[in-house]
């Protein structure tokens, strides 16, 4: 960027001139006229009018960055679950009313249009979401940053069920075309893989070099992340493998048609789907591939295209910090040091001394099969010279350790981030925290289990390096779009300003005690019930009673999670009414929504999922239960369903087992529609719970130090199994076949790990959550109470805004400031 223009003028705002914009783009960008257009042309017209809008913030603020030059953040990430993106522009940019008159103004369906749009394929769960969440509040905030991933072109998968099994079908969200994405081939960005290392001279001096065996191109995606009613848009920049020469015309011409086009379809693979399969050593492969393929097209593209040309990279850690979210960019470091060291001709101690202060690394797992490690083997075949720059930091990182800790050779073993067994393999975590500035967890417990357990030696040799940043979500989709109802009743009663400081929600808690407010959220709520329905019905055919209680547990299938606990909870309830032991009259009235993608990979989770569903079937088919006893299992749960499926839920399903949720951030979203929890005191859950209080919070279970207890103790599963009736009855009926037509095979795994090994202590805590269900019941039946609970929650949600996680990262971390745009 030499040369400095000024943007083009702001469009006029008015109904006119979008009516204007919008036909332009039906006639001249789809070449169709309204009468002719399709819903699709109709959609893709409106979405790049909106862009338009936008378009010229960020161009204003892109030059303003490059005229200012200060700190920028740059948020490394393996996924960005966006969300869908019309909804989200029309809101920053103030063009809703505006867009919904001008296109029904010419007889065009509004939400129609807004429904047509496919949410991307770009993530899968929190950790995806967290990152779309804080791009959108860095911008709104007005902090210089750009997110840097992989344009994934089929996504994870799309989960559909046969038979009530899982099934993973591509999901082609690009067939439509994508009008929220500016490519740029002209920026394509060389990696390469594989080959040789060897010495070499450079004006006399010996240097080390990488000879790559092949070579693949990134080509950027520009996303615009616009920041709420301010004028500044960021942009998130992900990466598309593509072959550097896709093509052979002298191959194709000899008649081997399928050789012509290999090194297309082996480029391309690495940017296919997120989270290949990971089973098998060619998925093993992959994963790595992509993982490297997208932080060195981010370094490259950071440094030689964001920066000033001739920046000296000393000064590199006052213009930018590269937060790596989780272990999947931590190949980062060896890369820098590769670009430094390499290809600037730096001694390795000036070049380790600038790494060291421009990455910084947040920890998402307590779980250590959740820490990435890879193989030497893998590594030094595919990336033979980061191999090496990682046995050097290792060695000089535990000559640091001896130098503390003289004659401690387990500690030596424990801290190396080269481990010895069962294979030698790269402990990711620990380069990227020998190699962070800081390392973060992202809740008080998982800060404190990451300081005191995970990586305790890590934190005796260097307690300054570790620091807290709880998650947070942006109040602006997960409250502002998704619950306008709620949205609105709030404004009225405190005004606007929470949608970009969401602590001043603490102006509703004394209208908890207004009866009026409770009535006018109680319709709210059911309001949002009743807009479920509807989505249900068209979404998946399924019917739900809007006037019970909404019982939700959404997230990733994971054992951990345990939904197996809730599940057990439905089956009891099932076996006794069925058995005669308890009153239907005596039952509460709910309906059970569950949501959750299984890795293709996770045999364990599938069954789970199959579980649910044919318990759904028995249940939903039983003629004394309807009314009172209903499970709903969505298929595909994403964005979109989150958006109308947690405004309308009345309890919140947060059981994992203690010390192994990092933080949750469905917790978050659940409490700020009006959500009660019931929950374990695990990740962001203590937090709910300190600051809605006892009262408003339903708490069960073991706490982490009573987990460790337990299991030092030699946990024994069929003592619980044995000792509480009611679990026994429930898993017996699993056992013999009841929701299997008799085939007690078919769930026979699960029986069998609940009741042999049973890791997450699902039947240890089973009574305690049973109790909490009762509380639960109880509370419900108090409409008042429960009603005056939920504004309580909703009241205190503001500490768990994404702004206040940015705020935190940037005192803690970054350092950087804010840069005003013009708005």
Known sequence: MTQQTAPIAIRERTVDAFTREFLRELNFGQGVDVERSSVNDRYLALARTVRHYLMTRWIETLRHQWEHQAKSVAYLSAEYLLGRQLDNALLASDLTDIARTSVESLGIDFDELRDAEIEPGLGNGGLGRLAACFVDSLATM???????GIRYEYGIFEQTFVDGWQVEKADD???LGSPWEFPHPEAAVEVGFGGTTEDHEVDGEKRRRWVPAWNVLGVPYNYMVPGYENGRVNTLRLWSARATHAFDLQIFNSGDYEEAVRAQTFAENISKVLYPEDSTPQGKELRLQQQYFFVACSLRDFLDRVLLRGFDLHN????????????HPVIAVPELMRILVDERGWKWDEAWAVTQRVFAYTCHTLLPEALEVWSVELLGRLLPRHLEIIYRINEEFLEV????WPDDELRLRRMSIIAEHPERAVRMAFLATVAGVKVNGVAELHSQLLRDKVLADFAELWPDKFTNVTNGITPRRFLKLANPGLSDLITEAIGDGWVTDLDRLEGLLPLADDAEFRRRFREVKAANKLRLVDMLAHRDGSTIDPDTMLDVMVKRLHEYKRQMLKLLHVISLYEQ?????????????????????????????????????????????????EGRLRIVFPANYNVTLAECLIPAADLSEQISLAGKEASGTGNMKFMLNGALTIGTDDGANVE???????????????????????????????????????LRHALDLVARGTFSGGDRSVFEPIVSNLLSED?????????????????????????????RSAVINVARAGFFSSDRSMRDYLDRIWHARQVATRP
Do not use: C, H
Request: without cysteine; neutral net charge.
């Open 401 to 404: 350790v001896r130098t503390r």
């Open 142 to 148: 007005n902090i210089p940053a750009v997110g840097y």
């Open 316 to 327: 590199l850690p006052e213009r930018v910090t590269f937060q790596l979210n989780d272990t």
């Open 577 to 625: 009414v069925t058995r005669g032991r308890l009153d239907i009259a005596d039952v509460t009235p709910r309906t059970f929504a569950f949501g959750a993608k299984a890795a293709p990979g996770y045999r364990m989770a599938k069954q789970i999922i199959g579980l649910i569903n044919a318990v759904g079937r028995t249940i939903n088919d039983e003629p004394a239960l």
């Open 759 to 787: 890791r997450f202590l699902v039947l240890a805590d089973f009574q305690a959550y049973v109790d909490a269900q009762a509380r639960v019941d109880v509370a419900y039946a108090d409409t008042e109470g429960w009603t």
């Open 173 to 175: 969200w690009l067939r």
């Open 688 to 726: 709910i719970r300190q600051l809605v209080g006892d009262d408003n919070f339903f708490l069960f279970g073991l706490d982490e130090p009573a987990v460790e207890k337990v299991v030092a103790a030699g946990y024994r599963p069929t003592s619980f199994y044995e000792s509480i009736p009611n």
